[in-house]
T-cell receptor, first 111, second 115 residues
Framework: ETGVTQSPTHLIKTRGQQVTLRCSSQ?????VSWYQQALGQGPQFIFQ???????GRGNFPPRFSGLQFPNYSSELNVNALELDDSALYLC??????????FGSGTRLTVV | AQSVTQLDSHVSVSEGTPVLLRCNYS??????LFWYVQHPNKGLQLLLK??????LVKGINGFEAEFKKSETSFHLTKPSAHMSDAAEYFC?????????????FGTGTRLQVTL
């Protein structure tokens, strides 16, 4: 079985730009969650998608948005990038909420 | 709301000695608890999970954790540390938000293993 794949692995963007991060779920997993991990901190929940619908959201502004596709892959979009958006973005896929498999993350740097 | 508190931000042990990473949880009902490990510049790897079955949970790489309801603790242990165990460890609890089940992470414990 394949794991969770995220792309790109690293990205540098300028403040005010928009970015799209991608995640391919583990085979058989219908739920995908996104987390932001700032340097030296634990991951923070951004939102979760289940069968193409957002069904949970953390304390992040609307400029953080997402999509889930019929094959359960997902995108995280961030508009109007700010310096504080610099972080490791982690995608996790799961099924029934008990088995979360994380990808290796996308390191976003905003300059 | 469910939460976890990792009592040590940094733990240093010698190779071959026991490891103890401490975690207390707060939950209004029986929680699902996890320990994840993160090596430098890597994603998160599941070490073990507790889901109300046996209170002593065995994980990968010789790690285990014991769920103690009376102490609201879920400490991670390993009898003998190896250099490859040096990493950041996160205690995690599941929390329901809307119809979603999200992971709430502790602040992490950095494990240093010395020769």
């Amino acid at each position: 079985e394949t794991g969770v794949t995220q792309s790109p692995t690293h990205l540098i963007k300028t403040r005010g730009q928009q970015v799209t991060l991608r995640c391919s779920s583990q085979s058989g997993h219908n739920t995908v969650s996104w987390y932001q991990q700032a340097l030296g901190q634990g991951p923070q929940f951004i939102f979760q998608y289940y069968r193409e619908e957002e069904n949970g959201r953390g304390n992040f502004p609307p400029r953080f948005s997402g999509l889930q596709f019929p094959n359960y892959s997902s995108e995280l979009n961030v508009n109007a990038l700010e310096l504080d958006d610099s972080a490791l973005y982690l995608c996790a896929s799961s099924s029934s909420g008990y088995g979360y498999t994380f990808g290796s993350g996308t390191r976003l740097t905003v300059v | 709301a469910q939460s976890v508190t990792q009592l040590d931000s940094h733990v240093s042990v010698s190779e071959g000695t026991p490891v103890l990473l401490r975690c207390n949880y707060s939950s209004s009902y029986s929680p699902s608890l996890f320990w994840y490990v993160q090596h430098p510049n890597k994603g998160l790897q599941l070490l073990l999970k507790y889901t109300s079955a046996a209170t002593l949970v065995k994980g990968i790489n010789g790690f285990e954790a014991e769920f103690k309801k009376s102490e609201t603790s879920f400490h991670l242990t390993k009898p003998s540390a190896h250099m490859s165990d040096a990493a950041e460890y996160f205690c995690v609890v599941t929390t329901n938000t809307g119809t979603a089940s999200k992971l709430t992470f502790g602040t992490g414990t950095r494990l240093q293993v010395t020769l």
